[in-house]
Structure formats: C-alpha cells, structure tokens
C-alpha cells in the first residue's frame, strides 16, 4: 500500500465507519497522546523502566500505526499529501546532510 492509499483508505473509514474527522486541535491532541503511548512503550522495551501489568499486552507495532493514523486524519483536514511532502523532506535532508554524517566521527 502507498502513502497516498492509505490516505484515501483513511478518508474512507471515516467518511464510512467515523461519521466525521475530529476537528484539527483534537487530533493534534489525539496525536501527541499516541506519541506518548509509544513513548512509554519504547522506555519499557528499550528503556530502564519496567513493563507494568497494564503494559504487558500493548504492542509497539501498533502504537505506531496508531501515530501514523492519526497523521494521515491531519493530513487529509489540511490537504497535505504526505506522499509529495514526505519526498521533499528526503529530498531536503539528502541535500542538506548527503556528507554531514559520513563526516561525524561519532558515528
């Protein structure tokens, strides 16, 4: 599936099953409370805290697909096309790092 078919997949589900989109705030809300589910997440897998009971069956897979539904609602109220927005993004950063982090001794 591509960027722009899950858009319109999105779209759809809404339009079908959502009666209608959140407003803009509420799913930038929405958004950065799937953020922060991920977050704690990755601190008990990756991380130094400890899995609780409730944590125990979540699945990081799906937080993120979480995440990247709650984008693709934005998306669609702001007429973004993440396909064309995300290539510009690649394209930016190759332009502006294509030699940056071959340079970095850190890494």
């Known amino acids: 599936m591509t960027i ?3 858009q319109l997949k999105v779209d759809e589900w809404i339009k ?3 009666v209608r989109y959140f407003n803009e705030l509420t799913n930038t809300a929405i958004l950065m409370e799937e953020v922060g ?25 799906n937080e993120m697909a979480d995440i990247l539904w709650v984008l693709m609602c934005l998306a669609n109220q702001t007429g973004v096309n993440l396909t064309e927005a995300f290539q510009k993004n690649l394209d930016k950063k190759t332009n502006r790092d294509k030699e940056r982090h071959f340079n970095n001794p850190k890494l």
């Open 4 to 6: 722009n078919e899950a």
């Open 37 to 61: 589910e991920l977050a704690r997440l990755m601190a008990r897998e990756y991380g130094d805290q400890s899995y609780k009971e409730s944590d125990k069956e979540k699945d990081i897979g």
């Open 16 to 18: 079908t099953y959502g």
